[in-house]
């Protein structure tokens, strides 16, 4: 996969990935030896590519070798997710979709096999906003509101998820990721329809997977701890302090006291879980939900 330049040069893309980043001095993902790589020549879409998670995924797909298209609700978000990666030696085109509209989701991977013939990871890391949503009593909770984030999510991952069904089943290969949270398997107050959401997404998971995998599609997902590295944890934590009265190190305090570890997951942790999983050496892993959630929740 290196580039007719890089070829002639004689100079293996991961050596030109370093020299670049020498050059530009920017946080770039760090392409392993291509015989290493663990996603070599595997076309990638991810949904939600310029959130924390989808981009964190972003990064670690293309060290892994990965061809991506990244999209999201906003083009201002993904592009500078795809130049980073282009800049770092991989391959990364980026566009905007609107992840519940389904003709936007099915134009665009439509598009994606023009341009590259095939899809093997669809990973959906769509975020909702919870304005509004965190925060209220259920007891005091509009209805409308409750359903806002359990229709987003669920229409979201469902109709990213068959739309590549659709073209992953004439190859007879490929895997559909998505990531959930804790409050899918346990209770938390102030979520409003969070956790339904979540959960949902889950029995999604199981469900898609026992229609697909005989026919050579994976369906995972994973289910990391609050990660305090991101903006979506800081917003949690201010819409509930209000009720709650704890300050961003108690709540932080709190997440860690419920691991075995101590402490939040990682983006890193996430992201390299997620090129793992969806890498061929993870063939073994079908319809369950990887539980990031360092002894929180036993399995
Ligand atoms: N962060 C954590 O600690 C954590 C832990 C466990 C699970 N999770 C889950 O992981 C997912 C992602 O979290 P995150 O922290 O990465 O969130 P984030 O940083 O807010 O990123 C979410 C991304 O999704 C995009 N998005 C929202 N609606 C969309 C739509 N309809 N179509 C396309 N893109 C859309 C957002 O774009 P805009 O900016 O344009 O809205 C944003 O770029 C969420 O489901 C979250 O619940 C997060």
């Known amino acids: 996969m290196s580039t007719d330049a890089e070829r002639a040069a004689g100079r293996p893309r991961a050596a030109a990935v370093d020299a670049n980043r020498e050059a530009t001095g920017a946080i770039a993902p760090t392409l392993r030896k291509e015989a290493e790589m663990l996603l070599m020549n595997k076309v990638a879409v991810i949904y939600g590519a310029g959130g924390a998670i989808g981009g964190a995924v972003a990064r670690a797909f293309a060290g892994e070798g990965a061809r991506l298209f990244l999209t999201g609700r906003r083009r201002t978000t993904v592009e500078p997710v795809a130049e980073e990666i282009g800049r770092a030696g991989g391959s990364a085109e980026a566009a905007e979709v609107d992840a519940v509209d389904e003709r936007a989701v099915d134009e665009h991977l439509r598009r994606v096999i023009d341009k590259a013939g ?4 669809s990973f959906n890391a769509i975020g909702v906003g919870h304005d509004g949503i965190l925060g209220v009593p259920l007891a005091e909770l509009d209805v409308r509101k409750f359903v806002l984030p359990i229709t987003a999510y669920t229409t979201s991952y469902f109709l990213t998820a068959r739309t590549a069904a659709r073209h992953m089943i004439p190859n007879k290969s490929g895997v559909i990721m998505t990531v959930t949270a804790l409050p899918a398997r346990m209770g938390s107050p102030l979520n409003g329809g969070y956790g339904s959401a979540q959960a949902a997404k889950e029995a999604l998971t199981r469900d898609l997977s026992h229609e697909l995998a005989r026919q050579g599609i994976r369906v995972v997902a994973l289910r990391p701890h609050g990660i305090p590295e ?17 300050t961003w190190e108690q709540f932080t305090g709190y997440l860690g006291s419920m691991t075995h570890s101590r402490r939040g997951s990682t983006l890193a942790e996430l992201a390299s879980m997620a090129a793992f999983v ?13 539980n990031m959630t360092m002894g929180s929740l036993d399995d």
């Open 230 to 246: 991101t903006s979506t944890l800081r917003e949690v934590h201010a819409m509930k302090a209000k009720a709650s009265g704890m």
């Open 278 to 290: 969806a890498s061929d050496g993870a063939s073994g892993l079908t319809g369950t939900i990887v």
């Open 118 to 121: 095939r899809i093997d990871i």
